[in-house]
């Protein structure tokens, strides 16, 4: 009798967790505001068998409630040598929560994972959609993957798209009762429920009805605004490889086995080394030549199965084949210094353009890049190793002001990369012009970009061919019809690198005549582009990612014989914002302008929107203000 | 006489190289034969800032026969670029050969980079751990990349391809002599038993150096199994066509706005079987005309054997969807709704089917050819005269009107006769209406499939888009001017508001219009209308009021989501004729109140011009009568192609719109 009520009470709560009811009128009205998708349900289950051993089956089903949830319908999971992934089950429903359709296996899809930059490696993905266009209408997926080695472990993003909203979500982990679980939550209220049992430990956390969320101009991203859970080992094991990482210090160990033995060059190659240093003055100067060295004969192409996505090729690989990966660059740097005596670490880093947000408290594999970092006697130089162009101790927005890893023989080292400041991110640019009766205009600009402010320019430089840059500047400027006639760059090599770059147009009618006026804007370029409502509701942060200065001066010549009918006043804001100038001076057949503007990195709260629009409104209005100017009578 | 004779032979002997251009002869350049001088130039003449320069790039295809019955193709390939600049490192230094698995066997693979080092050419030849697979969907492919490189480095690669190929679906691959890098010798050779016919189409704009036939003959070993155990060895002697094409100095495609598809441009060579003349045998068409391929294809269980049958389970489908409407016009729209608004398209990019019509019903999607053929069978099963119409839409490249190459269309649509007039639908588009297309498929004739397949022309200057914009603006209390906004839009500008509609909502919408002014304004009863009726245009109205403060007022009477604010011909240069998708008629009308305690001191002047007389035209009509400002711009296109030789005058023609349209009028207050 005992055993027939057990039998039972678990057929019943397989009825309960499976058979949920997808009519969309369950769902509440305060899930569909601003939503585009609603999470029905969504449960991560981690099952760590062991330190290498783990098991992740994953249960998700969203009502797509229009169009623009439609991206989100479809299934997508990737596998490789270090996961397999299996039993992919899917369903569709219509809005009762009728169900429609199962999956087929053949309809599901196997693909290559291996992008523009990756030559081979074990990344593959399997997708699935039921191209439903009812709306709305529920999808269910499920499937399981199993972990041959863990290093890293999933992580639980409740919300990880904008207008996506939750009414209920889980992840349940269940690991050996001597298993050390580390996790790090973000926005999760409370602690996760844990249960003893007698050889296993189930950690619980859960979410009900969180509500769409939207992005804001100049806002958090949804990672930073989402709840998150982050999973951890303390102890692991992947491809024969152990180690810990409860601490950076072990973290950092980890990958130093990685790299042991790595270092070793060919004999010609050392030789290279020190042909090219030898005679060297100083460290510094060693380090630019052997930097320019690298750059000069190698490029970036990424082969990796396995631990290869964390163990790099060794340096007898990139002296042989004159390319590697970030892994196998900065290894290879590391090599090349060391035989010209001069010591240096392979730092490990959570690369991306202000892809800052980074838990220094919580050792675990953020990361996604390798750089180089050399300690001089007076300064440290850090190494970009995948790029062929930067000036050597420069990093770009890729990889400035955040947490590195450094990999010491003793294990890792947490540092920051340089953060550059106002100063150093900062563009000139002056302006000499003409226009003539007709309004035609001919330019001449020069601008020097320097710093962040530098790296755009850098890039499109030195990545598009001559016809291409040429179409890109000639389609680049607010002008309603212009023509680069000619266009120059000029670098400076140097740790705060810079870049003139000069361009000579015409614009046609750039100046509006009518009868007797002459209509000019005398700002030629730098518009400022947003504008904002100031009545908007705002829910986070304003977030400034980083620092720069513009300073614009614009000398226009204008026809003879005209005078000011209409002049806009000079002004000036000075606040927490941002401090902007813009003035304008008619001097006989002459237009000064200059425009200077600056801001700082900075985060303000939601209830300074509305003085944040008003700062960008005035900007905006200023900097499309016009002169007008009236023929003289006689 | 005897002059003559010889002369007859040698006429016939030529027969195939009449096309001879010069003395020139191709290049048998071998794998690794670089040399120190190859290093030599800094730059190239053809094109002296090219980033890599194709130095040679050969192709070949020969047939030979196999042990499974029939042929296989023998398809050589060998390319050697000088790599100038880092720039093209990322397009050029690996190369992916993707094939269809199980089929073809890729041979003789070799790699290598070459660099030159004091006085001598280095060499980094690739060995095999080096050449990766991978596999994609139904391709495998073959990937390397070149190791040891620096600029100036010159790469080069062999390898051949055999696969077989099955009775009647004999093929030769194409070949393109350009490429978005310049070519200094592109060479292709084909070799072909003279038993299977091909029609060559070529296209491009550049002459070639060499294009000669030579006949020869050669013999053809094919096994045929019989099981397991049996075979029989059929030797053929037969004599075979060689065919050569090289192109010198082929300059880089350069891509350009306004252009359906660059590849129409590319100078290329492709092939087409037509047709299996044995000795001895009656010829055996593969390539027929229009109206047997149009016969063969009603017949095909992939494209016509379906909507020819009775289909009588239909029947329901039709009911519900005719829901009692009797009108022949109106029976046929609700028909054409229903697959519209139920089936999804899955692939917008095929002429046959994917599946019968039958499982396209069940499953309620499928490809734009299941969808519409769907739509043609419920529309006869219904009593209409109702036919496919296939085309190739405009980033598919153009089609042949002379020879039916199926693989040169994509796309399925349908055409209904109802009361004597001939509607066009696309039940695959969601946001289309009953009659109407997309702009892609504006793309040149379409062929309709019936017992007369006509061409229907569906060029892009037969597609005429109408818009109108009216606002009226009234004094208001307090010095402020109100007034009412309309712009009713032609087909396919509502076609992409729809589209843009479906990503954000039309607060989002209305948000930008307010924003796209530069003086504040108040919005209010906005609205759009027929977001959901695609038959009807799509309509963008709001109410506005703003108010003028200064004592003078600088005023453009167009406003800014009207007028052009930028010339879309950008570029100063043209290489290749402007395909616009459609000619466009644009009209605006504004009446507006003088502003309360002011005068007009300027406005603009009216004008008109015209483009090459008849091709286009521009008005801009300006007055101020009894306090009130009349006002009317019109914008109209007659066709929608140019050639490159009157860019420069389409450019100045919008160049002159963008101008007029940024005028201002000038208001001063009353002293």
Redesign the interface.
Known sequence: MKNFVLVFSFLFIVDFSFAQDFNVNQIPDSLKEHANVVERLDETRVIIKSIDKAIIKHKYAYTIL???GAKYSGYFNDYSDLKDLHDIDGDLFDESGKHLKNIKKKDI????G?D?ET??SDARFKAH?F????YPYTIEYEDEQDYNGIFVLPEWVTQPYENFSVESSRLIVETPADYNLRYKQSNYWGNPSIVHDNDKITYTWEVKNQKAKHLEPYGPSMSEISTAVILAPTNFSIQGFTGKMDSWQDFGMFRQTLLGGKDELDDATKAKVHQLTDTAKNATEKVVLLYKYLQ??T?Y?N?SFGIGGWQPHDAKYVG????GDCKALSNFMGALLKEAGINSFYAIIKAGKNNTSFFTDFPCNQFNHVIRCVPLQHDTMWLECTS??LPAGYLGDFTCNRPALLITDSGGKLVYTPSYNENDNEYVRNINANINDEGDLTAKIISNYKGLEYDDEHEMF??????DLK?YL??EFP???Y?VNNFGYKETDEAMPSIRESIDLTS??YA?V????L?IVPNIIDKNDL?L?TTEKRNYDIVYPYSFKHADTINITIPHGYSV??LPKNKTIDNKFGEYAITYLVDDDKIVFTRFYERKLNRFSPTDYPEFANFYNDIY?AD?N?I?LVKNDN | MFFNRIGAIACCAIIFSVNAFSQSKELNVKFGDVKPDDFKPQAYTIDSSADAVYLYDMGSCKYEGNTEGWFSIVFNVHERIRLMHKKSFDDLATVKIPFVQDEAKVEDLKAATYNYKDGSVVVSALDKKSFFTDKDGKYKIIKFTYPDLQEGSIVEYTFTMRAPIYYGHEFIPDWNFQSYYPHLWSQYTIEVPQFFDFVTLRQGYLSPLLDTSSASADNFHIVIQHGAEASDNVSIRSNTIKHTWVYKDVPALKDENFITDLDNYKQSVQFQLSAHRFPDEAPEYFMHSWPETIDQLMKADYFGADINKENAWLKDDIKTAANGETDPLKKAQKIYESVRDNYTCTDYSSWYLSQSIKKTEQLKKGNVADINMLLVAMLRNAGYDANPVMLSTRDHGKTYDVYPLLDRFNYVIVQVNVNDKSYLLDAADPLVGFGQLDEDCYNGNARLVASTPVLIDLSADSLHESETTSLFLANGDDGEITGSYKCTMGQIQSIDLREKLKKSSQDDYFKDVKKSFAFDVDLSNEGIDSVRQPDMPAAIHYDVSFKPADDIVYFNPMFPTDAYKKNPFESAERFYPVEMPYCMDETYILNMEIPKGYKVDELPKSARVSLNENEGMFEYLIQENNGYIQMRCHTKLNKANFEPEDYETLRKFFGFIVEKENEQIVFKKNS
């Open positions: 229009n169009e623009a899809g196997d693909y290559s291996d523009d030559l081979a959609n191209y439903y266009n009812q000069n004969n490029r192409v082969v042989e084949k004159k390319y062929q162009t030195h990545e598009l061919n001559n016809s179409k000639n389609e002008l309603s019809s023509e046609n009618s509006h009518s009868g007797k006026r209509f504008k409502d009918e209409a209005k499309r016009q007008v």
